[in-house]
């Protein structure tokens, strides 16, 4: 019997479904899509393949609904106020920034951008949806702020999408690349708040509304830093 339905796990309403969404990941990570069986994630996810081919057609649909699973719970992004000043902007914007750098570096969020990365030419829709769950989710949710924080006067004018991809830009500078490459390390809470307040000040810097000081700006980001230091 096939069941068709790529729909993101909902563990709690049906557990055996999530048990071999688990198991299915944690294969595909270790073993690689082409070396994993569905004998395999049977085993791991102590099913019979009868009730494995009860939830899923075939291996690649395991593969679609693991990552679309896991997108799908990289939606859940916080919803970011409208701060009334601009100091309480650049805190705003270096927290979201912060939480954003380690979740997104998290070795499950890395190995899943790896699996949809190496399974793009055969399944387009893979990586469709992990990027409108992660890039497209967290680009929206900053050019909301970002147009509250023009029509408030905190910034200068521009397109707040494109401005949200340039903070983006400076946020990571390749360290995305690098993680996926295994090259680079998973940076620590601290060293992620250090890339959030460099990236904030420089892009407030760059759109710095007529009249406004950056020296209230700065001194944000360095309380917050130094009260997690």
Same mark, same amino acid.
């Not at 073993?31 to 939830?55: C, F, M």
């Not at 710095?208 to 980001?221: F, I, M, S």
């Given at each position: 019997? *096939? @069941?068709?339905?790529?729909?993101?796990?909902?563990?709690?309403? #049906?557990?055996?479904?999530?048990?071999?969404?688990?198991?299915?990941? @944690?294969?595909?990570?270790?073993?690689?899509?082409?070396?994993?069986?569905?004998?395999? +994630?049977? *085993? *791991?996810?102590?099913?019979?393949?009868?009730?494995?081919?009860?939830?899923?057609?075939?291996?690649?649909?395991?593969? &679609?609904?693991?990552?679309?699973?896991r997108a799908d719970?990289?939606?859940?992004?916080?919803?970011?106020?409208?701060?009334?000043? /601009?100091?309480?902007?650049?805190?705003?914007?270096?927290?979201?920034?912060?939480?954003?750098?380690?979740?997104?570096?998290?070795? @499950?969020? +890395?190995?899943?951008?790896?699996?949809?990365?190496?399974?793009?030419? *055969?399944?387009?829709?893979?990586a469709e949806a992990?990027?409108?769950?992660?890039?497209?989710?967290?680009?929206?949710?900053?050019?909301?702020?970002?147009?509250?924080?023009?029509?408030?006067?905190? +910034?200068?004018?521009? #397109?707040?999408?494109?401005?949200?991809?340039?903070?983006?830009?400076?946020?990571?500078?390749?360290?995305? &690349?690098?993680?996926?490459?295994?090259?680079?390390k998973r940076p620590?809470?601290?060293?992620?708040?250090?890339?959030?307040?460099?990236?904030?000040?420089?892009?407030? /810097?760059?759109?710095?509304?007529?009249?406004?000081?950056?020296?209230?700006?700065?001194?944000?980001?360095?309380?917050?830093?130094?009260? @997690?230091?």
């Amino acid at each position: 019997m *096939r @069941h068709n339905s790529v729909i993101p796990d909902r563990a709690p309403d #049906n557990p055996m479904r999530g048990r071999i969404l688990g198991a299915a990941f @944690h294969a595909f990570v270790e073993d690689g899509y082409e070396g994993t069986s569905t004998l395999d +994630i049977a *085993r *791991r996810a102590k099913v019979s393949k009868r009730d494995l081919y009860a939830h899923f057609g075939s291996k690649q649909e395991m593969l &679609v609904a693991c990552i679309k699973s896991r997108a799908d719970r990289m939606r859940s992004l916080p919803d970011l106020p409208a701060p009334p000043t /601009r100091p309480m902007l650049a805190a705003t914007l270096t927290a979201f920034a912060t939480k954003l750098v380690r979740e997104s570096s998290d070795p @499950h969020v +890395i190995a899943t951008f790896r699996l949809a990365i190496a399974e793009a030419t *055969r399944s387009p829709e893979i990586a469709e949806a992990l990027d409108e769950a992660g890039r497209d989710a967290a680009r929206a949710a900053l050019a909301g702020l970002l147009a509250n924080a023009q029509a408030a006067g905190l +910034i200068g004018s521009g #397109n707040p999408t494109e401005m949200a991809m340039q903070y983006l830009g400076l946020l990571w500078e390749g360290l995305m &690349v690098g993680l996926l490459l295994g090259v680079a390390k998973r940076p620590g809470p601290a060293e992620a708040e250090r890339r959030a307040a460099k990236a904030t000040d420089a892009f407030l /810097r760059l759109h710095a509304a007529p009249g406004v000081t950056e020296r209230g700006c700065r001194a944000a980001v360095a309380d917050r830093m130094a009260r @997690h230091s």
